[in-house]
């Protein structure tokens, strides 16, 4: 996991937001499983999960 930094102050993360929410947890833990099947290599998982790791990171 990655973590948020706002601002230089208040970092927070992204584990600490997971282990506080356990829907998201759960969401996140599921998404990342499905493209991690079907990508062909490293490179194109996380391609495929860029996005959904911005909104996550965003609402950490």
């Known amino acids: 996991m990655h973590p948020v930094v706002r601002d230089g102050i208040g970092e927070r993360s992204f584990r600490d937001y997971l282990r506080a929410d356990e829907v998201t947890r759960r969401a996140g833990g599921e998404f990342k499983q499905r493209p991690a099947v079907g990508a062909?290599?490293?490179?194109d998982y996380g391609r495929i999960k860029a996005p959904a790791t911005l909104v996550l990171t965003a609402a950490a």
């Open 40 to 43: 062909p290599d490293l490179a």
